[in-house]
């Protein structure tokens, strides 16, 4: 059972920028798929990035391509969501998630194991 734990999130201004980990419980966590989604209020899950389980491909939603960098450092079980030029359409709490052997799909439904979130919270 891998165990997800995001953090990093808070209150920024418009224009700043955050960085949210997620870190693993699972040893062979290179071995995963992993993918950030965010739910603002009233709205649905949405897919931000992932990265595949080899590291040598990543996906972002058009909303946040050129803003958001999604990146892995296996040696310490961490997944990263560097997140510049933040806008208050991208208040919402972050969801990172897992999937074994993952290409790194935008489908929600493909992720095994997820964390408990990290709210950000952009103001104009």
């Known amino acids: 059972q891998v165990q997800l734990v995001e953090s990093g999130g808070g209150l920024v201004q418009a224009g700043g920028s955050l960085r949210l980990s997620c870190a693993a419980s699972?040893?062979?966590?290179?071995?995963?798929?992993v993918a950030w989604f965010r739910q603002a209020p009233g709205r649905g899950r949405e897919f931000v990035a992932a990265?595949?389980?080899?590291?040598?491909?990543?996906s972002y939603t058009g909303s946040v391509k050129g803003r958001f960098t999604i990146s892995r450092d296996n040696a310490k079980n961490t997944v990263y969501l560097q997140m510049n030029s933040l806008k208050p359409e991208d208040t919402a709490t972050y969801y990172c998630?897992?999937?074994?052997w993952g290409i790194g799909s935008m489908n929600p439904g493909q992720y095994n194991y997820w964390g408990r979130g990290t709210q950000v919270t952009v103001s104009s």
């Open positions: 990265v595949n389980w080899a590291g040598d491909s990543t």
């Open positions: 699972e040893r062979t966590f290179s071995t995963y798929a």
């Open positions: 998630a897992a999937a074994l």
